[in-house]
């Protein structure tokens, strides 16, 4: 694989995630369970779609085709999007949906803090940047996770219910393909299998505090970030995200 | 104006000869531009008035919320759907701190939204209409913020402390707004046929239930002058929405968008528009529940606070088995 | 109804070494989350670089001078809001 395609493929996949999951997360916007919930989600949210727009920007910039981060963002469809399955999965009830950013916002702070020593000093000065957004996102979702898994014994069941549902999408953020070897011999990225044990560390601590049971069985769910093969909920997310940019081709915004 | 038809408690304007001491106090304070503050003693007609303007002021910001937000996962650019999550963001935001500022006066936040939910008070009409293309969104920056800040700019100066304080706040936070709408309007107007079309079409849907936000006519509007007096409403609603109007027109024939009022036109010896009124009986319609979106507006309201119940008494239990481990900890040294 | 969240007091310092001054109030379950909602209620356009909470009700606040027989002590809640920073009418735009 010429390393630019790779760097290109790599670039797609952070900016898919951040992407996918910002939109997601921005759906809570208005029918949060309180005003300061309502507020800190946005950030959250607003956070990551800067994210998309440098990490997709450069993806674009690599690329060398003259396609900018909103086109990406607005003109591909389903097959070429390389986030991984996690992000795309409905929102559920807020719960879930804070479950689902801390799996990932604990990922993520791993992945930004290698990414900060990046042989790319494009790849390097967007996971500075981000890192410090992250850092918070995981201190709060994991808060959050924290109280509502120690809180009711309702609370507490839903908590274990949402982990039940999504650990098994987690696997697919520690896969390693030919892009990463090659993400890895040019010192651009770390292995994504070797973050495995400070994520395990980092959420077996969280949900300790939080009461509730890691499932035993690792199997995983994946195709999302090689694009091999996406859940059913990507594509009707993408055609409301779309809509504008595919109706009206051509038009200024 | 997000606070319509709040009725004024009391009987009306007191003279100075029907008024206690403490009134007469109170209103000299208030006649002197002194703030009031929340231990001060104020009319319990004040109170009560004060609390149902700045809880309608309130619940017309989170359910204003819901048609701006009907189109974050539909924004046509990365750009634009960042700054209409912050823009929805905001509007939390102020919410938030109007119900803080209603909290001084001795309610509490959940007794305003069991108000809301229940019906019993109401919120702005104008989010009682629908947001159908990408160009209301401008509309809704450009002619909704726009009628907000003209009624927000001067209720800073308002006798009670701290209204004024987060109406100071809400402004400074609001002044991009309207830009935003505007913005949006201009690249709508000079756009593609289509999105011409849908930023005239946005325009003719908006406008009158824009002019509806001032609420009736002066005319019509008991009890105004109360609040005037004291100091809790600053202008009349005819002169806001005549101030609107004034300063909406050339912006829209700068667009090229018409209004849609055939007897739109300067009146060179008023130095004012005419206009044409909008229909007051659907204004009436709208309020009693009958307008377009007020069924879906309250059904995501309740299902939002119902279906958060669980995660507002997680997270409050969670702290209290906190601070009881803390407290037990303590005992034991 | 649940029991509701209670209210605190945020007191911001911003870039400038100025003391922490009173920005507004809002609801959490915890001192902890209410640093992380202040942080991200007033805060939003970077205001602030150090955030005080304070649960309202352990504020004392000062009374407003005795004004006779038909003060009331009814408000019993507005020891909540005892010391918003000034600021001068004609400012409009903190």
């Known amino acids: 694989m010429q390393d630019q395609d790779a760097l290109f493929q790599f670039l797609l996949r952070m900016g898919d995630n951040t992407l996918v999951l910002g939109h997601r997360v921005s759906e809570w916007c208005g029918v949060s369970p309180v005003l300061e919930e309502d507020i800190a989600l946005a950030n959250t949210a607003l956070d990551m779609i800067g994210q998309t727009q440098f990490w997709l920007g450069l993806a674009g910039e690599v690329e060398g085709k003259g396609r900018t981060a909103d086109d990406l963002a607005f003109l591909r469809d389903v097959w070429d999007f390389r986030n991984v399955l996690l992000v795309e999965l409905p929102n559920g009830d807020f719960g879930q949906t804070l479950m689902r950013q801390f799996l990932f916002d604990a990922w993520a702070s791993i992945m930004l803090g290698h990414l900060m020593t990046s042989t790319d000093k494009r790849v390097a000065d967007i996971a500075e940047k981000a890192s410090k957004e992250v850092a918070y996102h995981v201190e709060r979702s994991a808060g959050t996770v924290v109280g509502l898994g120690d809180g009711t014994p309702e609370s507490h069941a839903k908590m274990q219910a949402a982990l039940d549902l999504l650990y098994p999408y987690v696997g697919e953020l520690f896969e390693s393909d030919d892009v990463d070897a090659a993400m890895v011999s040019a010192g651009i990225a770390p292995d994504p299998a070797s973050l495995r044990d400070a994520y395990d560390a980092l959420i077996e601590r969280v949900l300790t505090e939080a009461t509730l049971t890691v499932p035993a069985s690792k199997f995983t769910h994946k195709g999302g970030r090689t694009g091999y093969m996406h859940t059913e909920h990507l594509g009707h997310m993408l055609t409301q995200m779309q809509w504008l940019q595919r109706a009206y081709p051509g038009a200024t915004w | 104006m997000y606070a319509q038809l709040v009725k004024t408690a009391g009987s009306g304007v007191k003279s100075r000869e029907e008024m206690s001491e403490n009134e007469q106090d109170f209103q000299n304070r208030v006649d002197a531009d002194q703030k009031i503050e929340p231990k001060d003693w104020m009319p319990d007609d004040y109170r009560a008035t004060l609390i149902r303007q700045i809880g309608q002021h309130a619940h017309s910001e989170i359910v204003g919320q819901l048609p701006e937000g009907n189109w974050i996962t539909r924004a046509p650019t990365l750009e634009r759907k960042a700054i209409l999550l912050a823009k929805v963001q905001d509007e939390a935001g102020h919410g938030l701190y109007l119900y803080c500022a209603a909290e001084t006066l001795g309610v509490t936040r959940d007794e305003l939204t069991e108000e809301l939910l229940s019906g019993r008070m109401k919120y702005s009409s104008i989010f009682n209409y629908p947001t159908l293309n990408w160009a209301d969104i401008g509309a809704v920056g450009w002619l909704v913020d726009g009628a907000a800040i003209m009624n927000q700019v001067p209720l800073q100066r308002t006798s009670y402390g701290p209204y004024s304080r987060a109406m100071i706040r809400i402004c400074k936070e609001e002044s991009f707004h309207q830009r935003q709408g505007y913005d949006i309007m201009m690249k709508m107007a000079q756009g593609t046929d289509a999105q011409k079309k849908m930023a005239q079409d946005a325009l003719n849907r908006l406008w009158y239930p824009s002019l509806m936000m001032f609420g009736p006519s002066d005319k019509d509007s008991v009890h105004s002058a109360q609040s005037l007096a004291w100091k809790i409403k600053i202008d009349t609603n005819d002169e806001l929405r005549q101030r609107f109007v004034d300063q909406t027109v050339p912006q829209a024939k700068y667009l090229g968008l018409t209004i849609p009022d055939e007897n739109l036109k300067w009146n060179e010896e008023r130095g004012a528009h005419d206009y044409s009124d909008p229909n007051w009986s659907e204004f009436f319609d709208v309020i009693k529940g009958n307008g377009p979106c007020n069924t879906d507006r309250m059904n995501t309201r309740i299902k939002a606070w119902e279906d958060g119940a669980w995660v507002r008494e997680g997270l409050m239990a969670h702290a209290d088995k906190k601070a009881a481990r803390k407290q037990a900890m303590t005992a034991a040294e | ?94």
Do not use: C
């Open chain 3, 1 to 94: 109804m649940s029991k509701e969240w209670p209210l605190w007091e945020i007191f911001i310092r911003g870039q400038h070494g100025m003391s922490h001054r009173h920005v507004g109030s809002l609801h959490a379950p915890d001192e902890e989350m209410a640093i992380k909602n202040a942080r991200d209620v007033y805060t939003r356009r970077n205001e602030g670089v150090s955030i005080w909470v304070v649960e309202a009700k352990h504020i004392s606040a000062s009374s407003p001078e005795e004004k006779g027989p038909l003060y009331e002590p009814s408000n019993s809640k507005v020891y909540r809001h005892p010391t918003f920073f000034d600021i001068p009418e004609d400012v409009g735009h903190m």
